[in-house]
């Protein structure tokens, strides 16, 4: 089970840091990544992290927001710099291990400019 939170309305230019909370689920060894929908578009991927710390980001979010992880607290999170009202969209949080993948419930991130 994935649990989401910590979006928000925040001014262009602001920051929000996101967390999700893992249980139920070998989170060390998970792949584990923020996704966003915004609407009227599809989900896409924001960034992503290993079990053994590496990162990617989409090209949109690079310089911006860090992607990290703490295995003994099973938390992932999203820490989001230098918002921008493009940013505006759901974030879900996402883990794969083993061929099974799961979702968050999505929390609300509002950047007004």
């Known amino acids: 089970q994935l649990q989401a939170f910590g979006g928000g309305l925040v001014q262009a230019g602001g920051s929000l840091r996101l967390s999700c909370a893992a249980s139920g689920m070998p989170f060390s060894f998970a792949y584990m990544a923020w996704y966003r929908q915004a609407p009227g578009k599809q989900r896409e991927l924001v960034a992503g992290?290993?079990?053994?710390?590496?990162?990617n980001y989409a090209d949109p979010v690079k310089g911006r927001f860090t992607i990290s992880r703490d295995n003994a607290r099973n938390t992932m999170y999203l820490q989001m710099n230098s918002l921008k009202p493009q940013d505006t969209a759901v974030y879900y949080c996402?883990?794969?291990?083993?061929?099974?993948?799961?979702w968050g419930q999505g929390t609300q991130v509002t950047v007004s400019s």
């Open positions: 996402n883990s794969k291990f083993n061929l099974r993948v799961s």
């Open positions: 992290i290993t079990s053994g710390g590496s990162t």
